[in-house]
């Protein structure tokens, strides 16, 4: 075996040069984009490239800043003798790639590193030896190799890693690090069955279903890398949206795609998207679970409709002195003319406003302009036209517009319904009376919004639309006003030439150039980048959609997803046995079937890389009790610990958990501790927490750096803590009909170690518990 330090130094020269490279490279693309930034003119062809370059130049950049960090950390040395450096992103000897350029560093994601995840001694992929290089900054500390054939075993400088896992020296050391409250990327220690997944080639939707600390969430970012990678040009200008449970949790994955040098993605919950609406509101889950039920599309149809309004009676409207009529025939011709043009309801507002005001004006004419000896009426259609455009300024005509067809915004629409029991009554007959009861609500006005009335607003506002001829003509007008300007700016350089100048062949700026090219070069340019413009837009398409916790989506939060995404490449990871929502799903064939029938595929990981054997032998005794069909994932490892259950006496509850929790605290060093209650005893539990534990935080953002968060089941999903203490879980199971799925995610958010502190009875999964003395 060849000797380590020399080794580790023989691959610092070789990473110091990559180093170099990468620093050569970031100054060239920041001269470059400085270049682009300082041109100016030209054709709109030519501002369109310009934006275009300026934006891959800035991908390109963000990928090398992020590539500073662990830049390499494999090598392949191949059958024919021949080696590859993997790492973040490629390098090559020339400033371009090309079949000439020699590469230095291959990038994680190419073809030709695939060996480096795949390869074991029973399969080596033309592999003979893959070292690990561990880097500190752009310090090589160590090296570790796994020989795959026996020709590797004399260049080695470490023992063989074993045929199952890839790595398994990196891959321990990096589950037993410390959570800092931020997920990392894992392209050091990506799994065969992860890079499967990673890399599938399936083009709609994939489905990723795997148990607790299976790394589906690290999964679902990588392959959002990957993607990237192979379908840039598509994907950069289109975005890749990630949605995730809670704001924690995005907090919590903020690191991952950006450390791997990706900016062109949007992180967001569904009550994020639709913007300039803060929905944020709490709300009972019951409220929720018929927010979100797929009938509530054809109940906002049917609110819409409503409010396109027949009355059964005349109208009398005074207009100017004289009573005017509006019958019913002639409401309900205008509207069924209006629907059948099948346009959105405040689009075609101005067709309708048009036929009742020239039915009312014709109406007036016929009284003011009537020839007193029978004959014809006396006015002009131009004059009927002019009586009908003053009506558009009549309060009392327009409270009749306003009546028969309001232009709605979705805002007012939901408020609307929400506070009238006759319209939810008219508009969802196919709810019963205790679900419109839960719909109903007290205030008067828009708002406040919860996360689950999104879904219903963007339903309300494809089927209202949005007459934009007004905005348009404001455009043009302004458009107008700029050119106008510039000729004024044109006119007066001329008038200012000299006689001279003026009998000579000098050339002026009106030679050069006219008017509208003046306007257009200082109009404003939208400096803001793909994903900022997409959180803005409601209309926004995406390329693709990563869904987390994809099992806890209402049916009208996939309607909404599915909007988004025409094309329906998505990648969905969840599951259906930690649905912990009313609204959520325990089938992905239901919630995907009505869009995608036939055409999802579904992957399993079955690994647990995250929770020790002996926490996960608890765990799946819940599961058990849940489905007893439902198989636990493997944990590849013990930690050695063993989880407990401490009884104390009634009333002491809260004393002796921050007792407890003060106890483990301490104990933690740079790790971080989870203190999971139920939701009716978190006030008085937290309280009593951060008296003895005063560094504790509360609720608000469990994924922050605080060694200590009291926290319920919710705010955990899809976090990750080194210790985790369970406070009375037999609330916990009592506190929701989905019970048993919150106390199965509880019990598997722990690297580490697990402890559970109770008065009252425990679920029976959990008796096998030892207990703790104290």
Partial sequence: MSNPDAETRREQEYVSMLYGRLDELRQQLSERMAAVLKASGGTDQA???????????????????????????????LLDHSRLYVGRVGLFEDSEESEESESLLVDWRAPAARPFYLATAVNPDGVRLRRHIKEQGRVVVDVHDEPLTL?????????????????????????????????????????????????????????????????????????????????????????????????????????????????????????????????????????????????????????????????????????????????????????????????QHNVIRPLVVRE????LADQYADIIGADPFGGPRLLEDEEVEDIRRSMLEDFAVRDVLDLLWPELTPQQLLADLFCSPERLESAAPGLDREDRALLLRDEDGEGPWSASDVPLLDEAAELLGEDDRAERLREEAARRQRIEYAQGVLDVAAGSRSLEAEEGAVLTASDLVDAEWLAERNEETDRRTPAERAAAERTWTFGHVIVDEAQELSEMAWRLLMRRCPTKSMTVVGDTAQTGDLAGTGSWARV??????????????????????????????????????????????????????LRVEPGRLAERLAEVVAEEAAGLGQRRLAVIVPDQLLPDLAEAVVAAVPKASVGEDPAAPSPVAVVDVKQVKGLEFDSVLIAEPGLIVDDSPRGLNDLYVALTRATQRLGVVHSGELPAALWRLAPRAG
Avoid at 49 to 76: I, K, M, P, W
Avoid at 320 to 326: D, F, K, P, S
Wanted: aromatic share 4%.
């Fill in 592 to 645: 995907l079937d009505p869009y995608v029938a036939g055409r999802w595929q579904l992957e399993q990981l079955t690994q647990n890389y995250r929770v020790p054997g002996e926490i996960m032998a608890v765990a799946a005794e819940v599961l058990a009790e849940l489905d007893p069909e439902l198989d636990a994932p493997s944990s590849v490892r013990d930690s050695g610990e063993r989880p407990w259950r």
């Fill in 356 to 359: 009742i005001t020239s039915a």
């Fill in 151 to 343: 020709d590797g075993l004399d260049t080695a400088t470490a023992g063989a890693g074993s045929g199952g896992l890839t790595s398994e020296t990196a891959l321990f050391s990096a589950l037993n690090t410390g959570r800092t409250g931020r997920m990392s990327d894992i392209v050091e220690t990506i799994q065969a069955e992860q890079d499967r997944i990673i890399r599938a080639e399936h083009g709609g939707v994939l489905v990723v279903q795997g148990g607790p600390g299976t790394g589906k969430t690290a999964v679902a970012l990588h392959r959002a890398a990957y993607l990237l990678y192979t379908r840039r040009q598509q994907l950069t200008q289109r975005v890749v949206l990630v949605i995730g449970p809670n704001p924690s949790f995005l907090h919590y994955i903020g690191d991952v795609l950006p450390a791997l040098g990706e900016t062109s993605v949007l992180l967001a919950t569904v009550g994020d998207l639709y913007p300039g609406v803060r929905a944020d509101a709490p709300e009972p889950a019951e409220v929720a679970e018929v927010k979100g039920r797929l009938v509530m599309a054809e109940v906002i149809r049917a609110a819409v409709r409503d409010r396109e309004y027949v009355p059964d009676e005349p109208i009398e409207i005074d207009y100017e002195g004289q009573a005017l009529t509006l019958d019913p025939a002639t409401v309900a011709r205008v509207r069924d003319r209006a629907r059948g043009a099948l346009l």
């Fill in 47 to 77: 501002r369109l490239e310009r934006n275009v370059t300026h934006t891959v130049y800035s991908g390109r950049l963000a990928q090398l800043e992020a590539a500073d960090h662990g830049l390499c950390f494999g090598r392949l040395d």
